[in-house]
């Protein structure tokens, strides 16, 4: 009896995830990435710090087991090794102030911050900010910006704003257009509100190549890389892929790739896809790997 076979289109963790699945269920799995590596945003790079060559994770870093708990079960299954890690936060800013939130030391390591009202008028807010957030009632349409009118401005531009661009990657000028309810459920979620007790946060050892690697080695899993499809094509009994000039058929697909990439893969697509699709923004980011010193806080206590 001939195998099912589906195409996975994306190697992100949710095309890696789904291609697994499948495989292990006894389809007959074609990966296709358009990268030349596989992973997403798992990536992993390697650069040599002294003599020694270092795993640096440059896109996905960290995971806690309450707020990815199919993912950790995931690494489980896989005998993924992974270690604990610190997870902490620090700001130097352009008008010079510095601190770190590990602690009264962190904290306070510029200890000049004593002595300005500005910056116990942040303190204050972090605190009133971190309690009241989670029972905040607050429309849809309500932006960063608007709720953190309510907040001083060195509240904003030296702790909130600089946070959610860092999770973000997003430039701090742009960061608070989004959805404060969007904003407010990530911190809940990750447990980021929480000033005592924060879950345990782990990375993978190795890098998080490790277990992408794992994945890629499951019988029934076929990987092609620098892929380029120029469209999906459906009826009733297959799909067909148009990629490197040649047309393969599958039984079925998964599109395992960002909500635009997918639309514009799909050769008709339906006006329920392209409603749905069509309402996901992106907007690109540019993120340094550097062991520059000079572009760290002055004050030691004050790096994350």
């Not at 005998?79 to 009264?104: C, I, K």
């Not at 990987?223 to 999906?232: E, S």
């Not at 009826?235 to 067909?240: G, H, L, W």
């Amino acid at each position: 009896m001939k195998k099912t076979s589906i195409a996975v289109i994306g190697s992100g963790v949710s095309g890696l995830a789904a291609a697994w699945l499948l495989a292990r269920a006894g389809v007959e799995v074609t990966l296709i990435e358009a990268a030349d590596q596989a992973g997403g945003h798992a990536n992993t790079v390697f650069p040599t710090i002294g003599e020694a060559v270092v795993p640096v994770d440059a896109g996905f870093i960290v995971y806690n087991e309450a707020t990815y708990p199919n993912l950790t079960a995931l690494f489980n299954h896989l005998d993924v090794p992974t270690t604990p890690t610190n997870m902490s936060f620090a700001v130097s800013s352009a008008s010079g102030l510095e601190y770190a939130g590990h602690g009264l030391n962190g904290l306070l390591a510029q200890r000049s911050n004593i002595f300005r009202p500005s910056f116990w008028s942040m303190v204050k807010d972090i605190r009133d900010f971190y309690e009241k957030a989670p029972g905040l009632e607050i429309s849809l349409e309500t932006t960063l910006f608007e709720l953190l009118e309510n907040y001083s401005d060195s509240f904003a531009k030296n702790h909130l704003l600089p946070m959610a661009a860092a999770i973000w990657s997003t430039d701090i000028n742009e960061v608070g257009h989004m959805q404060a309810r969007s904003f407010i459920d990530f911190f809940m979620n990750h447990g980021l509100l929480q000033l005592r007790d924060r879950p345990p946060w782990y990375t993978v050892d190795g890098g998080s190549i490790s277990y992408v690697r794992k994945i890629l080695t499951t019988p029934g899993i076929t990987i092609n890389l620098n892929a380029r499809i120029t469209g999906v094509e459906r009826d009733p009994n297959q799909v067909r892929i148009h990629w490197n000039g040649i047309i393969d058929k599958f039984d079925h697909i998964v599109l395992a790739t960002h909500a635009d990439q997918a639309l514009g893969l799909l050769d008709t697509p339906s006006a329920n896809e392209q409603k749905i699709l069509g309402n996901f923004k992106y907007s690109p980011s540019k993120a340094y790997l550097h062991t520059d010193e000079r572009l760290m806080p002055g004050k030691r206590r004050a790096w994350a």
